[in-house]
């Protein structure tokens, strides 16, 4: 009897267990699927769509937040609210569902793209709308039923379509997987209060003139416009057209303006929204606005006239910077060994030469930009393996000039049709271009920051345009004599004022070898000029009594590039400053303006010429010396020979992608007053006025 009442016990326990373990299954498939915290995937051609919750409930909350969510194929798009070329928006119906008194869907930031030959806006990979739901009653249960149809392209277009069914209990609720990735995007998502952006004033009008519109969009912010995008939305489902943008020259004031056909507008009166994107803007504004009667020009930007105008001259003025000396002896040695009938032809294929290198600077900047690698104009001399290749181009070209031994192309060259019937004339002249373009980079010259500064800053079309046209400024002086190849006769006939004429000239290479091993000096020690000289010996050797050559240069300056990665070489004296400039990485430059100090900001560099011209010029002269030291200025500087991250970012910050960079700061001037790229002493001394 006592064994039949214990068996009784353990079964009611075991029976007791079992129903609480059968409660635990069923109460978790019930949270999962009734009320799930998202929906299942549903699947269509190239894409699927979901529904998601960062709340198991309500939250005793009047609204919800859920999550509408995208992923698409590789390469596949979706469209934003106004999608441009083709293609439409996704359409949300919630009319089936309970306890919901309104749902508005939030737009993230879109990307421009192609398809289909039509440039249009929207989204790729994966994206997720937020959905903000009122509720009509926070104590009951709501039901949210979404048909949603929307479409996606890529070589062609696909419609798809969901129904979305979720259920969400009132009462207190906790976080889901869900809600990081909801929070996070609507942290991303465009500010449309503008007291919380750097945007403090807003100007939008549309102006109407025969059959053209206009939309002209002014805005002012404590920030600058960078690689700024604009992007508008009406009811009339209007097409991606190319913005075209005003700057101020701080770049805090912008003054856009987008042209479109009259018969797109259906409407006097229409509300536009407007989105302004960029990396230090993120905002979005809605206004009521009316067409108005007036004129304007809808075939030339003055905007981009002036920014093309710049760029022009500050590729012509280059010709007249220092850095291009060696390469303009150059090119005068080679005028006075060419045949007069083929002088055109030299000045054509050195402007050619020119103006590719340009293009090509510009397709290497905009790759960096694309992979967002810091740039700026001569960065690639603070790069080691650039140095040693234009150092041996130099020797070459010297020892060449000095008529040490000949340097002759390679025979698939010679033999190749397209130079010239092997004759390497065009190949020659072309690479002097070329050369011109590289040496001239580490100068700064009027009007050549300003394009930079444009350039780095502003859409691909524009940077391949500012450096198409600073190509077209260096190269006019060739294209001039090209067209009046007369101009040469000015130089007397060939005699032995030429032979003085080209040791002279051959000084002027071995002073900028000198200046560029003085620049390496920065990355390898004294040894790297010894291995250099011997490696100078031995090319001179085989070059002189023909022997393995080709074999021996090969081997030669494989070795000279095999310095970087041998320790043996590296750099290892400490730099030493003027004791009277203080070390830039080492200073606090607003703690000495709160202080009341006056400082003077010196960013230099051993490869910059333009900065080596202001120093001797200007900032070493005895006279700008007393002047610093009686204003008892406080005076920092900056080497950026070599890359360093800190410098790089402080430039940025003034929207300066090149030096020199030379500013005055006070407390009455906490953001300093920049200096022009050239220094005068005038302008130190005025400058020092204004800023006291």
């Not at 010709?319 to 291009?324: D, E, G, H, I």
């Not at 290892?572 to 830039?584: L, P, Q």
């Not at 005055?664 to 006291?692: C, M, P, Q, R």
Request: glycine letters at 4%; charged letters at 15%.
């Amino acid at each position: 009897m006592l064994y039949y009442t214990f068996l009784m016990k353990k079964l009611l326990n075991i029976r007791k267990l079992l129903s609480i373990s059968l409660l635990i299954i069923f109460s978790s498939i019930f949270n999962d699927s009734l009320f799930a915290l998202s929906t299942d995937w549903v699947i269509n051609d190239k894409s699927k769509v979901r529904l998601i919750s960062s709340k198991t409930s309500s939250d005793n909350m009047e609204s919800l937040i859920l999550g509408l969510e995208y992923q698409l194929e590789p390469g596949w798009k979706t469209y934003w609210k106004s999608p441009g070329g083709g293609g439409f928006p996704q359409m949300i119906e919630w009319n089936n569902s309970t306890n919901i008194n309104e749902l508005k869907i939030d737009w993230p930031t879109p990307k421009e793209f192609e398809i289909l030959g039509l440039t249009s806006l929207g989204y790729e990979d994966k994206v997720i709308f937020p959905l903000r739901i009122n509720l009509k009653n926070k104590n009951i249960l709501t039901e949210i039923n979404l048909q949603i149809n929307y479409l996606v392209c890529k070589d062609i277009c696909i419609p798809g379509n969901a129904n979305l069914y979720l259920k969400i209990l009132p009462g207190k609720g906790e976080y889901t997987d869900f809600f990081y990735d909801i929070e996070k995007t609507k942290s991303s998502l465009p500010i449309e209060d503008i007291n919380l952006s750097p945007i403090f004033n807003l100007n939008t009008k549309a102006i109407i003139n025969s059959n053209k519109v206009q939309i002209q969009i002014i805005a002012e912010s404590h920030e600058n416009f960078i690689n700024n995008k604009i992007f508008i939305h009406t009811p009339f489902g209007l097409p991606v057209v190319q913005q075209t943008n005003k700057y101020s020259f701080n770049l805090k004031k912008i003054d856009s303006k987008f042209v479109f056909d009259a018969d797109q507008f259906s409407k006097k009166n229409f509300p536009i929204e407007v989105l302004i994107s960029d990396q230090n803007h993120n905002f979005n504004f809605i206004e009521n606005i009316s067409l108005e009667e007036n004129s304007f020009e809808v075939n030339i930007n003055k905007s981009i006239l002036h920014i093309l105008l710049i760029s022009f001259l500050g590729g012509f003025i280059l010709n007249l910077m220092p850095c291009v000396f060696p390469v303009l002896s150059i090119k005068l040695l080679s005028v006075l060994n060419t045949k007069s009938e083929n002088i055109r032809l030299s000045f054509i294929y050195t402007a050619i030469g020119i103006i590719t290198s340009f293009l090509l600077l510009a397709l290497f900047f905009f790759i960096l930009k694309q992979t967002q690698i810091s740039i700026a104009w001569g960065m690639q001399f603070q790069d080691q393996y650039f140095l040693i290749f234009i150092l041996l181009i130099l020797t070459f070209f010297c020892l060449n000039t000095l008529g040490l031994f000949e340097i002759e192309l390679p025979i698939l060259i010679r033999q190749s049709k397209i130079f010239d019937k092997g004759s390497g004339f065009f190949t020659k002249n072309f690479f002097n271009g070329l050369f011109a373009t590289l040496l001239a980079t580490p100068c700064t010259a009027p009007f050549v920051g300003t394009a930079v500064t444009i350039a780095f800053t502003q859409t691909s079309f524009i940077l391949f345009s500012v450096f198409l046209f600073m190509g077209l400024g260096m190269s006019i002086p060739y294209i001039l004599v090209s067209i009046f190849p007369k101009t040469i006769l000015i130089l007397p006939k060939s005699g032995k004022w030429t032979v003085y004429t080209k040791y002279f000239l051959s000084i002027l290479l071995i002073a900028t070898i000198i200046w560029v091993l003085n620049i390496l000096l920065n990355f390898f020690n004294e040894f790297f000029i010894i291995f250099f000289l011997i490696t100078l010996f031995f090319l001179f050797i085989i070059y002189r009594y023909n022997y393995l050559k080709y074999t021996a240069t090969i081997i030669l300056i494989i070795g000279l590039f095999s310095i970087p990665s041998l320790s043996f070489f590296d750099q290892n004296k400490k730099i030493i400053n003027d004791e009277k400039w203080v070390n830039f990485i080492d200073t606090n430059i607003p703690e000495l303006i709160k202080n009341n100090e006056i400082i003077f900001i010196d960013i230099t560099a051993d490869w910059c010429a333009t900065c080596q011209f202001n120093k001797l010029n200007v900032l070493e002269t005895k006279k700008i010396k007393n002047i610093f030291d009686q204003n008892n200025i406080v005076l920092v500087r900056a080497d950026w020979t070599k890359p360093n991250k800190l410098i790089d970012d402080y430039l940025k910050k003034y929207n300066k992608f090149g030096i020199p960079f030379n500013a005055f700061f006070s407390s009455k001037y906490s953001e300093g007053i920049i200096l022009s790229e050239i220094l005068s002493e005038k302008e130190i001394i005025n400058t020092l006025e204004i800023i006291k």
